[in-house]
């Protein structure tokens, strides 16, 4: 009976302590449980809670629409130059000279002679009108009156012809001389200079770079989901590339291609530069903002 209620005992002890080392497994189960929860709930909400992008960027060349090379209009060698780079300029302002002096000297010989020669033509028609009109034929000349009839009414047609070709050279030379004096084609800035005094010039050569200042515009591309709902007169922010913490400016759309880039996807939009443009220059990249879309 002893050893009996001993081997009860030690199997009672053995349950109790099973009982006891397994019971404190439940509550790290609810533990681990709970903590994976919380960073699914988490991923959820950042999810739901990422903001869209306000608006598009789209950088482009600001522009002015008047800007050209000034070129030579015939052959010369430059005699002065009058506008440096920077200056500005008004619409036929002279920038330089050609060498002017053989074109001035035939104007002046033509000028005399054509002074002199209307005096003989101008006597002989007279003379001409007179005869004819007054069919006044001297006897020896009889049998040929016919035919000085005709002559001086040939005479006449003649002085006629002769005037009006004397006049059209006398304009010709004056527009030759003319193309000797380089202006400026519109209000703005002689932006670069390609010749110097001295210099000789063919026909189509360039000899300054001539840039309006005003009104600043600037042209973008956009992809294509913004056919349709970017249109002429919306008003857009500006904002200098290379320097995005500088001031904004303003600028209004005037004008959105109707057509799609097959090549790139997107539409050309020309925008123009309202208010202030202080610190802008063409030629310079800048950002414009527009409203995004989906």
């Known amino acids: 009976m002893k050893k009996i209620g001993m081997t009860t005992a030690i199997a009672l002890w053995l349950t109790a302590g099973i009982a006891c080392s397994s019971a404190p497994a439940s509550p790290p189960a609810t533990v681990v449980a709970s903590a994976s929860a919380t960073p699914a709930a988490h991923v ?3 999810t739901a809670n990422t903001p869209s992008v306000p608006e598009f960027l789209a950088s482009g060349p600001i522009i002015v629409e008047d800007e050209v090379d000034v070129a030579a209009q015939r052959d010369g060698v430059v005699s002065k130059i009058v506008a440096e780079p920077g200056a500005p300029v008004k619409k036929g302002q002279r920038l330089a000279m050609l060498d002017d002096r053989q074109i001035s000297a035939d104007l002046e010989n033509d000028l005399k002679n054509w002074e002199a020669e209307a005096k003989v033509l101008e006597a002989d028609y007279s003379r001409a009108q007179k005869l004819w009109e007054a069919q006044i034929i ?30 059209a050279t006398e304009q010709s030379l004056e527009l030759e001389l ?6 400026a084609p519109f209000n703005g800035i002689v932006a670069r200079r390609y010749v110097r005094a001295g210099q000789s010039v063919v026909k189509n050569d360039r000899l300054f770079w001539v840039t309006a200042v005003a009104p600043l515009r600037i042209r973008v591309t956009l992809p294509e989901r913004f056919l349709g709902k970017i249109h002429p007169g919306v008003v857009v922010g500006i904002t200098p590339a290379e320097n995005s913490n500088s001031r904004s400016y303003r600028a209004k759309v005037i004008q959105v ?8 996807d997107t539409i050309e939009v020309l925008a123009e530069l309202t208010g202030t443009t202080a610190g802008l220059r063409p030629g310079m990249r800048a950002d414009l903002h527009v409203p995004n879309v989906p």
Do not use: F, G
């Open 138 to 167: 001297p006897k020896e000349q009889l049998d040929h009156a016919r035919y000085k009839a005709e002559s001086d009414q040939w005479d006449v047609k003649r002085v006629s012809e002769l005037l009006t070709n004397a006049k």
């Open 44 to 46: 959820e909400t950042s």
């Open 178 to 183: 003319e193309k000797t004096h380089i202006t």
């Open 257 to 264: 291609s109707p057509v799609v880039d097959p090549s790139s």
